[in-house]
């Protein structure tokens, strides 16, 4: 199983970027899939997720308006759009898959280490 992450970099605030995703040795379609991240000294955060059975998206409130999930199953592959960038969007963001739709669809988003997670990927958002 891998999951790559991809786009990320240094961005000004009230710019935009689109973090990729790359999906492997799993039925992709199958999994709810979704994007984290942790900030220096912070805790991981759920901020965006797409489920598996009807594609419907959940965002943490921190993000909600300003970034948009998508998945593209014929290519594996789930993208994170980020637009109006704020210095406190600085993180290492992960993409994560998991088989069970509850976990985006109920409360906060939360997936468990058993899920399958990418090795992350920094976002720098300067003010």
């Known amino acids: 199983v891998q999951l790559v992450e991809s786009g990320g970099g240094l961005v000004q605030a009230g710019g935009s970027l689109t973090l990729s995703c790359a999906a492997s040795?799993?039925?992709?379609?199958?999994?709810?899939m979704a994007w984290f991240r942790q900030a220096p000294g912070k805790e991981r955060e759920g901020i965006s997720c797409?489920?598996?059975?009807?594609?419907?998206?959940h965002y943490a409130d921190s993000v909600k308006g300003r970034f948009a999930i998508t998945r593209r199953n014929s290519d594996h592959a789930v993208f994170l759009r980020m637009n109006s960038l704020k210095p406190e969007d600085t993180a290492v963001y992960y993409c994560?898959?998991?088989?069970?739709?509850?976990?985006?669809?109920?409360?906060?988003?939360?997936?468990?280490?058993?899920?399958?997670w990418g090795q992350g990927i920094q976002v720098t958002v300067s003010a």
């Open positions: 797409i489920t598996s059975d009807d594609g419907s998206t």
């Open positions: 040795g799993f039925r992709f379609e199958g999994y709810a």
């Open positions: 994560a898959a998991t088989l069970y739709d509850s976990s985006c669809k109920y409360g906060p988003i939360r997936f468990v280490p058993s899920d399958y």
